[in-house]
């Protein structure tokens, strides 16, 4: 079992930077793959980026390469997501997931934060 806390979201203008935080609860964290995805009023949960176990590997979408990466600190239980350049439609409530690596792709489980918002003003 993993309790997820994402803290970090705020309003920020166009082009402009934030980092969320994702603190996990449980001894096992560094066994564990983590993620973010976003979601808005409406439309389906996103999968946005990931980080493998060991922080070796870092999966990202397509359209948050170069600007976005993932990093965790497993002395902290806590896995971050920097954002760089944001724009205004990644408005969203982001959230933080536990899961694995499956065949070279991410694969959640059902542990989810409670979600952050973020707001990209034009």
């Known amino acids: 079992q993993v309790q997820l806390v994402e803290s970090g979201g705020g309003l920020v203008q166009a082009g402009g930077s934030l980092r969320l935080s994702c603190a996990a609860s449980?001894?096992?964290?560094?066994?564990?793959?983590m993620a973010w995805f976003r979601q808005t009023p409406g439309k389906e949960r996103e999968f946005v980026a990931a980080?493998?176990?060991?922080?070796?590997?870092?999966y990202l979408e397509k359209s948050v390469r170069g600007r976005f990466t993932a990093s965790r600190d497993d002395a902290k239980n806590t896995v971050y997501l920097q954002m760089n350049s944001l724009k205004p439609e990644e408005t969203a409530v982001y959230y933080c997931?536990?899961?694995?690596?499956?065949?070279?792709?991410?694969?959640?489980?059902?542990?989810w934060g409670q979600g952050t918002q973020v707001t990209v003003s034009s």
């Open positions: 997931n536990a899961g694995r690596e499956n065949g070279g792709h991410y694969e959640k489980y059902d542990y």
């Open positions: 980080i493998s176990g060991d922080g070796g590997t870092i």
């Open positions: 449980g001894r096992t964290f560094s066994s564990y793959a």
